[in-house]
């Protein structure tokens, strides 16, 4: 099994963050971003070894890992107008519990995704993050990094591999409730021969009775 070894960028664990909300502004386009006033973020970067997980498929799924590569062959790729849109969000969506992504090109060679096991996160590895926008606010999470986590990805990863992968559950309990999750570079020397990434992925709230 092939494990590389590279980069992340991580949220840096600051004493004030005890204190102050990590947030982060994304400005109208008339305004000129100003790092002092519309970020309190800082991150930095961390070596991870990131394994490739093509033999080990049946380890990881959605319920225990917060992740899962599915064999699903799309009717539709080549996604151009809104009812092309609505017509591969009702294919995915048979099959889609958060978020379903995949790559449109036959092949992932460059910024394939990387996925962190949950069961390899700590509660005091996230941060939860102030999104604010011109016409909304959110929240997202951040990751601290620690050495216990454990990366993975899938070598060579076609466009009939998606992933599902858990973004937040709210529901308490030993199962995943999310899934940190980056792009990252490989080593693969000459990259002037190697397609840009193109993917796409649906997203999609599942909402269940408190038992």
Same mark, same amino acid.
């Given at each position: 099994?092939?494990?590389?070894?590279?980069?992340?960028?991580?949220?840096?664990?600051?004493?004030?963050?005890? @204190?102050?909300?990590?947030?982060?502004?994304?400005?109208?386009?008339?305004?000129?971003?100003?790092?002092?006033?519309? @970020?309190?973020?800082?991150?930095?970067?961390?070596?991870?070894?990131? %394994? *490739?997980?093509?033999?080990?498929?049946?380890?990881?799924?959605?319920?225990?890992?917060?992740?899962?590569?599915?064999?699903?062959?799309?009717?539709?790729?080549?996604?151009?107008?809104?009812? *092309?849109?609505?017509?591969?969000?009702?294919?995915?969506?048979?099959?889609? %519990?958060?978020?379903?992504?995949?790559?449109?090109?036959?092949?992932? %060679? *460059? $910024?394939?995704?990387?996925?962190?096991?949950?069961?390899?996160?700590?509660?005091? =590895?996230?941060?939860?993050? *102030?999104?604010?926008?011109? =016409?909304?606010?959110?929240?997202?999470?951040?990751?601290?990094?620690?050495?216990?986590?454990?990366?993975?990805?899938?070598?060579?990863?076609?466009?009939?591999?998606?992933?599902?992968?858990?973004?937040? =559950?709210?529901? $308490? #309990?030993?199962? $995943?409730?999310?899934?940190?999750?980056?792009?990252?570079?490989?080593?693969? #020397?000459?990259?002037?021969?190697?397609?840009?990434?193109?993917?796409?992925?649906?997203?999609?709230?599942?909402?269940?009775?408190?038992?």
């Amino acid at each position: 099994m092939a494990v590389i070894e590279t980069k992340l960028k991580f949220l840096t664990r600051l004493d004030r963050y005890a @204190t102050e909300k990590p947030f982060f502004v994304t400005t109208a386009p008339k305004v000129v971003f100003d790092p002092a006033k519309h @970020t309190n973020l800082e991150h930095e970067l961390k070596t991870v070894h990131i %394994q *490739d997980i093509r033999d080990r498929l049946a380890e990881f799924d959605v319920e225990r890992s917060g992740f899962q590569i599915l064999n699903h062959i799309p009717k539709l790729l080549n996604i151009q107008t809104p009812d *092309d849109v609505a017509t591969y969000k009702q294919e995915t969506q048979t099959v889609l %519990q958060r978020l379903f992504w995949r790559s449109v090109l036959p092949v992932v %060679q *460059d $910024a394939p995704l990387a996925v962190c096991d949950f069961r390899t996160t700590e509660p005091s =590895d996230l941060a939860a993050v *102030d999104r604010i926008r011109p =016409d909304r606010s959110g929240e997202i999470f951040h990751l601290h990094f620690n050495e216990k986590h454990k990366w993975y990805y899938l070598n060579s990863m076609t466009n009939e591999e998606p992933i599902i992968f858990v973004t937040y =559950d709210s529901a $308490a #309990g030993e199962h $995943a409730r999310l899934c940190p999750h980056t792009a990252f570079e490989p080593p693969l #020397g000459d990259r002037n021969d190697i397609p840009i990434r193109h993917s796409v992925e649906t997203r999609s709230i599942v909402i269940t009775p408190m038992i």
